[in-house]
């Protein structure tokens, strides 16, 4: 399966401010997802990052809050924009293994933000 | 709708004994659905998985069971070892390549 790096592994934040977290693929993939688990919770689909589109937001999440980039097949950036407290929480890529035309899915080790 | 759910959200068993988990889907139309284990501090690891076209799915001391009349599917794990110890996820396809979650069961394993 794919390698998936996360870049900050965490992060502490002041309410106010933004942070950016990176997604990074040793192959090219298709599909590129973020994540948000807050403690003690499951996963919650963000967005579908798309490359060379707008990302595809599910509901109650929305691009000015949680705008994402996909440059190429290999890379993706999650912003959290205007941080609140409310926004501590672990945030995980994932990307869809093609090789077998599956729905499989493979995380990124994740970036647990917390905010003051 | 996609929904999924999952029960009991905790699980206790001894040591050397069975645990089972499962979960509902909605959409008919789901064709695969896998599990993950996440141990504490750590990503989810997809462990098993199994498709629409088949009932059963072994895999060493885990198994997985698909009732597609019912709407059901379940996670078993034999003789239990402290390692099975983490928080268990069930999942199921939504639109456009994306996987919904179930609620998440958190499995003790007693010495």
């Known amino acids: 399966s794919a390698v998936i790096s996360q870049k900050p592994s965490r992060d502490i934040c002041q309410r106010g401010t933004s942070l950016t977290i990176q997604c990074q693929v040793d192959?090219?993939?298709?599909?590129m997802f973020w994540y948000r688990q807050q403690p003690g919770q499951s996963l919650t689909l963000i967005a579908t990052?798309?490359?060379?589109?707008?990302?595809?937001?599910e509901s109650g999440f929305v691009i000015d809050k949680f705008p994402i980039s996909r440059p190429n097949l290999t890379f993706s950036t999650l912003t959290v924009s205007n941080m609140s407290p409310e926004d501590s929480s672990i945030y995980l890529c994932?990307?869809?293994?093609?090789?077998?035309?599956?729905?499989?899915?493979?995380f990124g080790p994740g970036t647990r933000l917390t905010v003051t | 709708g996609e929904n999924v759910e999952q029960h009991p959200s905790t699980l206790s068993v001894q040591e050397g004994d069975s645990a089972v988990i499962k979960c509902t889907y909605s959409d008919s139309a789901s064709n695969y659905f896998p599990w993950y284990k996440q141990e504490l501090g750590k990503r989810p690891q997809l462990i098993i998985d199994i498709r629409s076209n088949v009932g059963e799915k072994k895999d060493q001391r885990i198994a997985v069971t698909l009732n597609k009349t019912a709407k059901h599917f379940s996670l078993h794990i034999t003789e239990t070892q402290p390692e099975d110890s983490a928080v268990y996820f069930c999942?199921?396809?939504?639109?456009?390549?994306?996987?919904?979650f179930g609620s998440g069961t958190r499995l003790s394993i007693r010495p």
């Open positions: 990052a798309n490359q060379g589109s707008e990302a595809t937001y």
């Open positions: 999942a199921a396809p939504g639109k456009a390549s994306k996987i919904i």
């Open positions: 192959s090219q993939v298709t599909m």
């Open positions: 994932s990307v869809e293994d093609q090789s077998r035309n599956s729905y499989e899915q493979y």
